[in-house]
T-cell receptor, first 114, second 115 residues
């Protein structure tokens, strides 16, 4: 079955620490990959996406992610987190199965200590 | 409108009652999606619309769930004979087109509580 796995459910970091959130998917066909973020009290919003070209994509607020096709992974990174990065992060994959279906991971709650 | 809106924001109902949840997508967005998020879990895909048709209904949990979209605009998600396990936040999103690469814009959700 198609699925998206996020390895960490809760992450606690101090400001200026580096961040890497893992995301793996299981699907052998064409995919488009996304990271969404939900800040406290706000709607889900797009952080970055990959659909073709350079597998290293840059998003808002200094985030980046790398698509490694051979590992079915799309890990999110940020060199130096800030308190304002405290949020829940969701990895999502859109599958081309004849129609389009988006599967989300369970999310990772990040708490950054000031 | 400026963004995706959903109503009601909160709904408390008794087990066995029917509920109807509404989503108003961003004007001009062809694609519309419904998701369910149970407490502490990720988003569970329910259904998506391309225009007024729903090519993929595979995520609907049971035949108690149905959805429709009219005028390539507003969509309603109906849950008949609600059960306690239906308690969740129901999220709606829209995107410019269905092609897999478009950003989805999310609404604030409807929090459904079934007593």
């Amino acid at each position: 079955a198609q699925s998206v796995s996020q390895h960490n459910h809760h992450v606690i970091l101090s400001e200026a620490a580096s961040l890497e959130l893992g995301c793996n998917y299981s699907y052998g066909g064409t995919v488009n990959l996304f990271w969404y973020v939900q800040y406290p009290g706000q709607h889900l919003q797009l952080l970055l996406k990959y659909f073709s070209g350079d597998p290293l994509v840059k998003g808002i607020k200094g985030f980046e992610a790398e698509f490694i096709k051979s590992k079915f992974s799309f890990n999110l990174r940020k060199p130096s987190v800030q308190w304002s990065d405290t949020a829940e992060y969701f990895c999502a994959v859109t599958l081309d199965t004849g129609g389009f279906k988006t599967i989300f991971g369970a999310g990772t709650r990040l708490f950054v200590k000031a | 409108g400026a963004g995706v809106s959903q109503s009601p924001s909160n709904k408390v109902t008794e087990k066995g009652k029917d509920v109807e949840l509404r989503c108003d997508p961003i004007s001009g967005h062809t694609a519309l999606y419904w998701y369910r998020q149970r407490l502490g879990q990720g988003l569970e895909f329910l259904i998506y619309f391309q225009g007024n048709s729903a090519p993929d209904k595979s995520g609907l949990p049971s035949d108690r769930f149905s959805a429709e979209r009219t005028g390539e605009s507003v969509s309603t998600l109906t849950i008949q004979r609600t059960q306690q396990e239906d308690s969740a936040v129901y999220l709606c999103a829209s995107s410019l087109d269905v092609g897999g690469a478009d950003e989805q814009f999310f609404g604030p959700g409807t929090r459904l509580t079934v007593l």
